[in-house]
T-cell receptor, first 116, second 112 residues
Framework: AQSVAQPEDQVNVAEGNPLTVKCTYSVSGNPYLFWYVQYPNRGLQFLLKYITGDNLVKGSYGFEAEFNKSQTSFHLKKPSALVSDSALYFCAVRDPLPAGSYQLTFGKGTKLSVIP | NAGVTQTPKFQVLKTGQSMTLQCAQDMNHNSMYWYRQDPGMGLRLIYYSASEGTTDKGEVPNGYNVSRLNKREFSLRLESAAPSQTSVYFC???????????FGPGTRLTVT
C-alpha cells in the first residue's frame, strides 16, 4: 500500500529566507510524486511532479523539489520565500504497481507561513 | 477555458436528504476524480473515472454514488446525507491517471 507523510503541520519562515517543506513516501514500485498548493477557500493547484529522470525538478512560482530514493523523500524547496507563498502545501504519491491502480494518496498538508 | 467547474459552491442539507454535486471540465481530460477534504485528514479519494464509461471506488466510497455522464462531466450523488458527510468536496481531472490532476474550486457541504 502506498502512503505519504508530511511530518510538519506548520512551517514558519522569514521572508527572503529559504524554505523547505518535507515529504516522505512509501510505495512498492517507483513512485510518481507531486506537490500541490492550496490557498484559502480555493482548490488545489499543481506545482510540480517527479515521474522519472533528473532528481531535481523545477515547478511553478520558483519552487523545486528533490527526489531522494534512498531516503524515500521528496522535499519542496524555494531559495527565497515570499509572503504570498503562505498557503497549505500537499505532497501526493502514486504507486504505478499493481498495474491498473490509479489512486493518488495525499499527505495531510503542511501550513506554510512566511513572516514579513 | 474555465478548467474544472463545480456546482454548487455551498450547500446545507438535512440528514436524510439527497443531492448531486456537479463537475465539468473543458480540458478534454480522460480521467476525473472526486475527493473530500476534512481538517487534518488531507484529501481522500471517493470515486474516480479513469476514462469515459468507467468508474471505480476510491478510499472512502460508502454513502456516495457517481456517474460519468460523458467525457466532460462527472457527478457525485449523496442518496441519504449524514452529518459525517459534512466536508469540502473537490472534483479533479487529468489527461490520464499518470498525469497531474487539476482541481475545481470545491463545494462546501454541511449536513445538519
Amino acid at each position: 500500500a502506498q502512503s505519504v507523510a508530511q511530518p510538519e503541520d506548520q512551517v514558519n519562515v522569514a521572508e527572503g529566507n529559504p524554505l523547505t517543506v518535507k515529504c516522505t513516501y512509501s510505495v512498492s514500485g517507483n513512485p510518481y510524486l507531486f506537490w500541490y498548493v492550496q490557498y484559502p477557500n480555493r482548490g488545489l493547484q499543481f506545482l510540480l511532479k517527479y515521474i522519472t529522470g533528473d532528481n531535481l525538478v523545477k515547478g511553478s512560482y520558483g519552487f523545486e523539489a528533490e527526489f531522494n530514493k534512498s531516503q524515500t523523500s521528496f522535499h519542496l524547496k524555494k531559495p527565497s520565500a515570499l509572503v504570498s507563498d503562505s498557503a497549505l502545501y500537499f505532497c501526493a504519491v502514486r504507486d504505478p504497481l499493481p498495474a491498473g491502480s490509479y489512486q493518488l494518496t495525499f499527505g495531510k498538508g503542511t501550513k506554510l507561513s512566511v513572516i514579513p | 477555458n474555465a478548467g474544472v467547474t463545480q456546482t454548487p459552491k455551498f450547500q446545507v442539507l438535512k440528514t436524510g436528504q439527497s443531492m448531486t454535486l456537479q463537475c465539468a471540465q473543458d480540458m478534454n481530460h480522460n480521467s476525473m476524480y472526486w475527493y473530500r477534504q476534512d481538517p487534518g485528514m488531507g484529501l481522500r479519494l471517493i470515486y474516480y473515472s479513469a476514462s469515459e464509461g468507467t468508474t471505480d471506488k476510491g478510499e472512502v466510497p460508502n454513502g456516495y454514488n457517481v456517474s460519468r455522464l460523458n467525457k466532460r462531466e462527472f457527478s457525485l450523488r449523496l442518496e441519504s446525507a449524514a452529518p459525517s458527510q459534512t466536508s469540502v468536496y473537490f472534483c479533479a481531472s487529468s489527461h490520464s491517471t499518470s498525469y497531474e490532476q487539476y482541481f475545481g474550486p470545491g463545494t462546501r457541504l454541511t449536513v445538519t
